[in-house]
């Protein structure tokens, strides 16, 4: 249930295992350090805050985590989300919003519902996930070309009408300064990929920024000074009486950590050839949420691009991102007085590569290639990501998406006579086992099957079908069910109500070929009983030498 990779992965640990592990954690920590900042100050918050949630987050999702490479912290899938939440409840909201999505990671990593996140449908994450980068772009235009605005409005058309209105208070030396940022990350990744080259960017920013003594914004002039040690752990702002107000952001907040959390592990795990436990990480997530929310941070989860430079870099064990958190701890205590100097715009522009990567505009338009139903949950889930919130977004993506399963399992589910198929050994002399011949009928019996699984989505189609039956000429039903993998409780319902048809219509009902499943819950609500063990064969021979002797006692009766 809960087995950390770290204690399985020290086991026949090395020196060499250590020297790897020890250069992967220093990189992915430096490349970790800009991204820590740009995303708490894009959701809303301090960037202090940011490099709050990497280092304590990071650390216990290393130390307690199911994957051997997982480097988790802040995450640019987060940022809608937690400007919505501090926008709406405060810093104060936030925080009760971590620490209850923690203890739902907690909860559902006990439950053991890690394998069950990763039944959501592609078309919702892409969905919801392009529709998050679209947001974060937006997000960025007034630090990146440094526009003369007061306030920026929340909701996505009415920010970029605002911008419309203001992009002529543009400031060269602001949007300089966010094109050289993105120039030197894209020069880097070609020329130089063994470099960080987002930190490079801000590096390069940074420094001609100051030597230039460009009028730019930065991170002094908003946010004053950076802390150069971690706060106090502090409980204080839990507020009991908030919990029924925020528990669906907090849900929203679980369910974001616990889809990115595991698809940056299964993503890991394509990369190295392991395997992670993803109980084992959800729980892991849930004391990370809750470590970082009492440290004044914000919410975490794994992250997919921090965690692929970990494995670049030649990260072996947890102990990687152990030491990315140690690094992230040691850059603030010494280098945070000169954080104060970095361009906001410099951030903004980190942030839009960020946001372009992403987007996985590749992905979400091959969808479009898809059945149409994907393609609606797909743009239903961007469209309410972009225009309304990622919590609503979320919900009805998935809602959406269950519905439409439950129409294609309604689709492929049907029931009909079966009198009409032929032995085609006429034809061309192979005999069809699984065909009737139509004399094989005796007169007076229905044969009809049910194909596929037999829920509440395909009862609806059974008793249209089987509404026309009940006429004197019939006096044996057989309902073939080989193809009946499931019942649910409807199905169950609709075969007792039928049953009770059949018997106002004095025409008896017999089962032919009933799985395992199906008997096992007819089994369970006595319906057995009540048909009775003679009436329910292995095959279709069994039950029409049973229909001929029923119609053959009822000739006789009736004679």
């Known amino acids: 249930m809960f087995k950390p990779k770290l204690f399985t992965a020290l086991k026949g640990y090395t020196f060499a295992t ?25 959701s809303g918050v301090g960037p202090e805050r940011g490099l709050y949630t990497a280092i304590v987050a990071g650390f216990l999702i ?69 529709g998050i980068a ?29 911008y419309f209105h203001h992009f002529q208070s543009i400031n060269p030396a602001t949007t300089g300064i966010g094109i050289l940022t993105i120039v030197t990350i894209v020069v880097t990744r070609k020329y130089f990929p063994k470099i960080p080259a987002m930190l490079m960017g801000m590096i390069v920013a940074t420094a001609i920024a100051s030597l230039l003594h460009l009028d730019v914004q930065t991170i002094g002039s908003r946010f004053g000074d950076l802390p150069s040690t971690l706060p106090k752990p502090d409980m204080s702002m839990f507020d009991l009486s908030r919990i029924r107000d925020l528990m669906s952001p907090a849900f929203t907040v679980a369910m974001l950590a616990a889809i990115e959390s595991l698809l940056s592990a299964t993503v890991a795990d394509g990369m190295t050839g392991g395997r992670h436990r993803s109980n084992t990480e959800l729980i892991a997530q849930g004391i990370a949420n809750i470590g970082s929310a009492i440290f004044g941070g914000i919410p975490a989860t794994g992250a ?28 603030l205590l010494f280098l945070a007085p000169l954080a104060k100097l970095i ?16 987007s996985e505009l590749d992905h979400f338009l091959d969808i479009f290639k898809a059945p149409r139903s994907d393609v609606v949950v797909l743009l239903a889930t ?43 050994e006429q034809n061309d002399g192979v005999t069809n086992g699984n065909a009737l011949d139509r004399t094989r009928i005796p007169e007076g019996v229905e044969v009809y099957e049910i194909n596929g699984p037999f829920f509440f989505g395909s009862a609806d189609k059974f008793k249209e079908t089987l509404r026309s039956i009940s006429t004197p000429q019939v006096k044996v039903m057989i309902l073939r069910m080989r193809y009946v993998s499931v019942m649910d409780a409807t199905g169950l ?17 017999l089962l032919s070929a009933p799985h395992t499943q199906p008997m096992m819950v007819m089994g369970r609500a006595g319906l057995l009983d009540e048909l009775g063990s003679d009436n329910i064969y292995g095959n279709i021979d069994e039950a029409l030498d049973r229909a001929r002797e029923l119609v053959g006692m009822s000739t006789l009766m009736n004679i």
Not at 18 to 42: R, Y
Not at 140 to 146: E, T
Not at 496 to 504: F, I, N
């Open 382 to 424: 961007f469209l309410l990501t972009v225009l309304v919130d990622l919590t609503v977004a979320v919900q009805i993506g998935l809602v959406l998406a269950a519905v439409l399963f439950i129409k294609r399992m309604t689709e492929i589910a049907n029931i009909g006579s079966i009198a009409h198929e032929f032995d085609d």
């Open 18 to 42: 250590f020297g790897a592990d020890a250069f992967a954690g220093l990189t992915v920590g430096v490349v970790a350090l800009p991204l820590a900042m740009a995303f708490a100050i894009a």
């Open 134 to 162: 679209v947001v974060i772009f937006s997000t960025q235009i007034k630090d990146f070309f440094g526009l003369n605005m007061e306030h920026v409005p929340s909701e996505f058309l009415a920010k970029w009408s605002a």
């Open 493 to 509: 319902h609709v075969i007792r109500e039928y049953m009770h048809v059949c018997r106002l219509g004095h025409i008896h009902l």
């Open 343 to 358: 361009p906001l715009s410099c951030l903004a522009g980190i942030l839009i590569v960020v946001s372009y990567n992403m």
């Open 304 to 331: 997919i691009a921090r965690t692929a430079t970990n494995i670049k870099a030649g990260g072996k064990t947890p102990v990687a991102g152990i030491i990315h958190a140690l690094t992230l701890m040691l850059l």
């Open 62 to 130: 290393s130390l307690l985590g199911g994957s051997r490479v997982q480097i988790g912290g802040p995450t640019g899938a987060f940022i809608v989300l937690v400007a919505a939440i501090v926008a709406e409840h405060g810093y104060d909201g936030l925080v009760i919003c971590t620490l209850m999505a923690g203890v739902m990671l907690i909860i559902m990593g006990f439950a053991k519902m890690g394998a069950l996140i990763k039944f959501i449908p592609f078309p919702v994450t892409t969905g919801f996930t392009t």
